[in-house]
């Protein structure tokens, strides 16, 4: 018999149909691959299908009962999502295609109106091109300067330099949980610390928000930014959280309708909070589907999502293990409670990509390649790895799938 709470995932995975669907040659989806994007529910495909069957309409124009309907699950979404991470009220988020969108807005709007020559832009050496790129583009425009919070072997943040990182820094910018690693950040230590020195502090929740609680009012962020699709949710939906202070007083990124309150030919004022940031039709349907995840997900609890992810990652970790003698090297926190549901790896001489297709085979979905770190990849010396991450509906069972495919790339690559 499955142990609990194994079983509760077997349950919950039933509720993504995509999950039952055989591969083309035949064999049971182990989808691992949640850090790239995860599954829907049928409640979330439903939501969609619902949306189109029955209420669209543009938002925030109609004043008849079905644009009406639209603009209430639209603004009701909003509010779920404020629930969710506990923002203080729904006017403190604001819709976005996806996490790097709701950095760019960030980087464009607060980054060109707060930063000087000489500002100094602190992140991390774990973070996604997304949280990166952005603070590269922004320092070269401003000419603040961009430096790195370093990490160890094991990916853990080195903080014992911190005061001297922290001199001159007026943003902080990093990731709750890395996407290569899964090293959970020591948020706690960190964010009084840069508040202390003055600095405002954007948290990349991509990785953290599908898989734990978070509450942004606890964690004393100023930004943070999430994208639906890694939670549940569609494509093409995400939001910033930021506080009301900071949003009231940045400037619009992009601009044109709903994002204003009076057009002349002369000049324009703009619309208040949250709608000064979403200039255009919004993506409704997706934003109202992702409401309908957020609910999926408190209905399931994340301490449970948490529970079941680390009792899983320990599992993998475990049954890994006897290949490590055979050349599988494991990457990322050796202490389980400071790393998420993400293992990278590389086994003996054979590339990550290889492994991955042989994977594949067996129904296997890992991810395989740099995962949008290259300079992590570059400093730890790894040319690409292979990365396994679990979700809610993830089972003993898809671990145990992992573990005879990897046996069986050990025959094909001749693995001793
Ligand atoms: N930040 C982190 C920590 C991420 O993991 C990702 C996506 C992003 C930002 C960007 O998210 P987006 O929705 O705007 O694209 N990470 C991954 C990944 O690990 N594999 O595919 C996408």
């Known amino acids: 018999m499955i142990a609990e709470p194994d079983a509760r995932a077997a349950r919950i995975a039933a509720d993504f149909p995509l999950l039952a669907q055989p591969t083309s040659r035949g064999k049971r989806l182990a989808y691992l691959?949640?850090?790239?994007?995860?599954?829907?529910?049928?409640?979330?495909?439903?939501?969609?299908?619902?949306?189109?069957?029955?209420?669209?309409?543009?938002?925030?124009?109609?004043?008849?009962e079905l644009a009406e309907r639209a603009t209430d699950a639209f603004e009701g979404a909003r509010a779920k999502v404020a629930r969710f991470v506990n923002a203080a009220e729904p006017a403190e988020i604001v819709w976005t295609r996806n996490t790097t969108e709701a950095i760019n807005l960030v980087s464009f709007s607060w980054g060109l109106a707060n930063l000087e020559p000489g500002d100094v832009i602190l992140t991390t050496q774990l973070e996604h091109h997304s949280n990166l790129v952005p603070w590269q583009l922004l320092a070269a425009k401003t000419g603040a300067e961009l430096r790195y919070i370093e990490v160890d072997a094991e990916g853990l943040h080195v903080l014992d330099d911190l005061d001297e990182k922290l001199r001159g820094v007026k943003l902080v910018a990093m990731s709750h949980v890395s996407n290569t690693l899964g090293t959970i950040a020591p948020l706690a230590e960190i964010i009084p610390r840069a508040h202390a020195v003055g600095a405002v502090v954007l948290i990349d929740g991509?990785?953290?928000?599908?898989?734990?609680?978070?509450?942004?009012?606890?964690?004393?962020?100023?930004?943070?930014?999430?994208?639906?699709?890694?939670?549940?949710?569609?494509?093409?939906?995400?939001f910033l959280y930021g506080k009301r202070a900071l949003l009231d007083a940045m400037p619009p990124f992009l601009t044109g309708g709903d994002m204003i309150r009076e057009v002349g030919y002369e000049?324009?004022?703009?619309?208040?909070?949250?709608?000064?940031?979403?200039?255009?039709?919004?993506?409704?349907?997706?934003?109202?589907?992702?409401?309908?995840?957020?609910?999926?997900?408190?209905?399931?609890?994340?301490?449970?999502?948490?529970?079941?992810?680390?009792?899983l990652t320990v599992y993998a970790?475990?049954?890994?293990?006897?290949?490590?003698?055979?050349?599988?090297?494991?990457?990322?926190?050796?202490?389980?409670?400071?790393?998420?549901?993400?293992?990278?790896?590389?086994?003996?001489?054979?590339?990550?990509?290889?492994?991955?297709?042989?994977?594949?085979?067996?129904?296997?979905?890992?991810?395989?390649?740099?995962?949008?770190?290259?300079?992590?990849?570059?400093?730890?010396?790894?040319?690409?790895?292979a990365r396994a991450s679990f979700y809610l509906y993830n089972t003993e069972r898809d671990v145990d799938q992992l573990i005879v495919a990897l046996d069986k790339a050990a025959d094909v690559f001749k693995v001793a």
């Open 317 to 385: 970790l475990e049954r890994l293990q006897p290949f490590v003698a055979r050349g599988l090297d494991i990457y990322g926190p050796k202490d389980v409670t400071k790393r998420s549901g993400v293992i990278s790896f590389n086994f003996a001489d054979i590339h990550a990509h290889d492994l991955a297709s042989i994977l594949d085979l067996d129904g296997v979905c890992v991810r395989a390649g740099h995962h949008c770190t290259m300079p992590l990849m570059d400093k730890m010396g790894w040319p690409a790895t």
């Open 267 to 311: 000049r324009t004022t703009f619309n208040e909070l949250p709608w000064k940031f979403e200039a255009g039709t919004s993506n409704i349907a997706d934003a109202i589907a992702l409401g309908a995840a957020v609910e999926y997900l408190e209905h399931i609890g994340m301490d449970w999502v948490a529970a079941h992810e680390r009792a």
């Open 33 to 64: 691959d949640s850090a790239a994007t995860s599954q829907k529910p049928q409640a979330v495909i439903d939501s969609l299908v619902h949306y189109y069957t029955h209420d669209n309409a543009n938002i925030h124009r109609g004043v008849y």
């Open 206 to 238: 991509a990785q953290s928000t599908p898989h734990f609680a978070v509450d942004v009012r606890a964690l004393d962020v100023d930004f943070f930014v999430a994208s639906g699709h890694k939670m549940c949710g569609p494509t093409g939906i995400g």
